[in-house]
């Protein structure tokens, strides 16, 4: 994969006397998700860029699947990471904010292989993230509790069809409920305490439906309090992950035609699309505090691992 070149400005002031590699006020708590079974990311913990980054958080929690490779978690512990349990990618994901605690700024959950590919690539951009974050509720504006972590087009792009088309009906659903262009697909959202307090109050969707379901759950609570960033390092990580299948297939345009052009993977797309709507749907017209009022059902409607394909 060709990657451009960083654009995005330094805004280490923001981040700590010391710039990346230190913890700052503004520094979130990482809650990540991993499905690793083969141990392929083992090549890429011990690379600078991504000690150097793993060290910016006061906390780091990564939910594992079962089947994840046990040396990528033992890698993982002696990083100082915390490895908790997972299991599908929304279960993984509550497990991550759960042991995280209460106590934290922030937080910044992300599926850890995307994380992996922003910092090794992108790196000046997630060191600017807090202070971009922070610069949402500058001012006289309401600060956001809950930030959708997007794709530039240019990002978007970088993805084979089977992802970008049913994403794109995903995200114009949500931006549809909330009235504003949003990009809640890309498995990276940053929170705060009363997001994460809603969150782990109210979701119970066991996959990536979930990113329909907590942006939902914002808008429900309180609309002015969901956002969007459009980020560069978002693009498409897989690739990072399969270098030697790559090769031999004969390079990733036909890798990708072979793996993310066939039936069986745009029907669990689609099934994903399906399933995060029917998400978003629920999340919205659910009865309980908070609930807003007016928003239509559909027709008919009353208002990680085996969970979700490859990125």
Not at 36 to 63: F, H, K, N, Q, S
Not at 251 to 270: E, K
Request: glycine share 10%; proline share 7%.
């Amino acid at each position: 994969m060709i990657h451009l070149p960083r654009r995005v400005p330094l805004l280490l002031s923001a981040l700590g006397e010391g710039g990346r590699g230190r913890v700052s006020s503004l520094a979130p708590a990482l809650v990540a998700t991993l499905h690793d079974p083969l141990g392929i990311a083992l090549t890429l913990l011990d690379l600078e860029p991504v000690v150097t980054a793993l060290g910016t958080y006061p906390r780091v929690i990564v939910a594992t699947t079962a089947t994840t490779d046990a040396r990528v978690t033992t890698k993982l512990e002696q990083l100082g990471v915390q490895v908790v349990p997972g299991g599908q990618a929304g279960e993984g994901r509550r497990a991550a904010l759960t042991a995280a605690g209460a106590d934290q700024p922030a937080y910044f959950s992300c599926d850890f292989d995307r994380w992996l590919h922003w910092a090794r690539f992108w790196p000046d951009e997630l060191a600017a993230l807090p202070a971009r974050v922070a610069q949402l509720g500058s001012g006289r504006r309401i600060s956001p509790w809950y930030v959708c972590l997007g794709r530039t087009a240019r990002a978007f792009a970088t993805h084979p069809a089977a992802q970008r088309l049913p994403e794109t009906a995903t995200n114009r659903a949500l931006s549809a409920a909330a009235g504003s262009a949003l990009d809640a697909a890309a498995g990276a959202a940053w929170l705060t305490p009363q997001a994460v307090e809603i969150i782990l109050a109210s979701s119970r969707e066991p996959t990536a439906a979930t990113d329909l379901e907590w942006p939902a759950l914002m808008l429900r609570h309180d609309p002015s309090r969901l956002r969007g960033l459009r980020c560069e390092g978002l693009e498409w990580e897989t690739p990072d992950f399969h270098a030697e299948e790559i090769a031999a297939a004969g390079g990733l345009a036909a890798w990708t035609r072979a793996i993310y052009d066939t039936p069986a993977m745009w029907a669990a797309r689609l099934q994903l699309a399906a399933a995060s709507g029917a998400a978003l749907e629920r999340a919205l017209v659910s009865n309980g505090p908070g609930t807003r009022t007016g928003v239509p059902s559909g027709p008919g409607g009353s208002g990680s691992e085996g969970s979700r394909p490859h990125r």
